[in-house]
């Protein structure tokens, strides 16, 4: 099975322009822990984690202050990401590996969607489901 087949296609992005407000409301409509940010191309140049603002609350000390900064200064920039044609094992293998809460999935430069480890999780299972079921 291929990301094409479990990612989202319908995901919220930021701009160079959100801001941490734009992100943690994003965060909280569509339950996304993370949340990716790209540029006029919809090419992504960062991922923004609820762990990343967590720390930046930390370092600021308040969450009032940070609010109207933008998100993108808090991101982690040149994220990983993968082909739509890539393989849900080794897409998870990399997630797992690097600690990854999502994954952008770029086509042509462009975002094409994103994944959660929980979807890869899933269609695994699935998979093995389909894969017991087609011995039996």
């Known amino acids: 099975m291929t990301l094409r087949e ?3 296609v319908h995901i919220p992005c930021l701009t160079e322009e959100s ?4 992100a943690i409301d994003k ?4 339950q996304f822990p993370a949340l990716v940010v790209v540029d006029d191309q919809m090419a992504p140049i960062g991922v923004l984690t609820e762990g990343d603002i967590c720390r930046a609350v930390t370092l600021k ?4 202050e940070l609010g109207g900064e933008p998100a993108v ?3 982690s920039k040149d ?3 993968a082909s739509p044609d890539a393989e849900i094992g080794d897409a998870l293998h990399k997630m797992l590996s690097s600690g990854l809460t999502l994954l952008p999935i770029v086509e042509d430069d462009r ?3 994103v994944v959660l480890r929980v979807d890869l999780m899933q269609a695994m299972l699935l998979d093995l489901a389909e894969d017991a079921g087609e011995t039996q």
């Open 111 to 113: 975002l094409a969607g």
């Open 27 to 30: 965060m909280d409509v569509y």
């Open 61 to 64: 000390g308040s969450l009032a």
């Open 19 to 22: 801001t941490v407000r734009d």
């Open 79 to 81: 994220p990983a990401t």
């Open 6 to 8: 479990v990612l989202h």
């Open 73 to 75: 200064i808090h991101a």
